[in-house]
């Protein structure tokens, strides 16, 4: 389903997100599973086969997951084809000896596949808790795989339109098939913990890939814990997450963002969130916020 496209400032954005979370040998979904996919109820185990499908090699993970979605939720054409999962490598975390040898490592491969970016333009009490609406991208995730886990990190940004990022991620590999490992346990408590514990170990790496220096500088790159900037409402439903950031909330934040706003044709941003590993990537390519989908 298409909305009619309008006029408006574009936004590129990539944003990469990590939680704690061990699932490095988890399968991608391939073509051969595109039948199925494309039918929620054509498996009634789905609820037991917690593997999301294998990729082919010529189809990436948003790919997959676009044309999962695209008859199913509602969202103009030009927004669809401008999100997309980057390339994990380019962000550099701890490896497990940085504590005595301060290196960083690339990111092999994240934990989750990014599944969906929604764009909302609306009032901002309508943005809360995007995972429970009705019809949305939850329900329909969980048609086909009633067992997995989402993290959901929904990010609503000032200015006029008000709009918001909803961008949906889901654990490759159960949690049961990895819950005695360092990162099982982690995100066990991540997922089921205090809102304390959550706030104190969601951080956030800034990438600014294409953009003007004032920009650049005023954005970093540096990992920072993500409570400390802005505060997280956190909402836990049945099988997910969602963290909600108001960006709006903080002057200083305020001001960054007016200011890519501005100059958002030409504004390419990584953004990572990580307490151990990358749970996932996502890159916002010219985003047009008018394109945005009205809620």
């Not at 595109?34 to 498996?43: I, Q, R």
């Not at 301060?102 to 929604?118: N, Y």
């Amino acid at each position: 389903m298409n909305i009619t496209a309008r006029s408006g400032p574009s936004l590129v954005t990539p944003l990469s997100v990590e939680v704690p979370i061990n699932l490095a040998t988890a399968k991608r979904p391939s073509k051969d599973d595109d039948a199925a996919a494309s039918n929620p109820g054509a498996d009634e185990d789905a609820g037991s086969t917690s593997r999301l499908p294998t990729y082919s090699l010529t189809t990436t993970c948003a790919d997959y997951w676009k044309k999962t979605f695209q008859d199913r939720v509602p969202q103009h054409g030009a927004v669809t084809s401008n999100w997309r999962e980057p390339s994990p490598s380019e962000f550099r975390v701890r490896s497990k000896k940085y504590l005595t040898d301060s290196v960083k490592e690339a990111v092999d491969h994240p934990k989750c596949d990014l599944v969906w970016v929604d764009v909302f333009q609306g009032k901002k009490e309508a943005f809360l808790h995007a995972a429970a609406r009705r019809d949305g991208v939850v329900s329909h995730f969980h048609a086909l795989y009633p067992a997995n886990e989402l993290f959901v990190l929904n990010i609503i940004l000032p200015g006029k339109p008000e709009v918001t990022y909803v961008n949906y991620f889901a654990l490759r590999t159960p949690v049961t098939e990895t819950e005695d490992s360092a990162f099982g346990r982690l995100w066990r408590a991540f997922l089921d913990g205090s809102d304390e514990f959550r706030n104190a170990r969601l951080k956030l790496i800034p990438r600014i890939v294409h953009g003007p220096w004032m920009v650049r500088k005023a954005v970093g790159s540096k990992p920072f814990i993500l409570a400390k900037a802005l505060p997280i409402q956190w909402f836990r439903g049945k099988h997910y997450l969602e963290a909600v950031v108001d960006v709006s909330s903080d002057a200083v934040a305020r001001k960054v963002t007016s200011m890519c706003r501005m100059c958002v044709s030409s504004l390419t941003v990584d953004i990572g969130l990580l307490p151990e590993a990358m749970l996932g990537c996502v890159q916002y390519d010219r985003l047009d916020m008018a394109n945005a989908t009205p809620i």
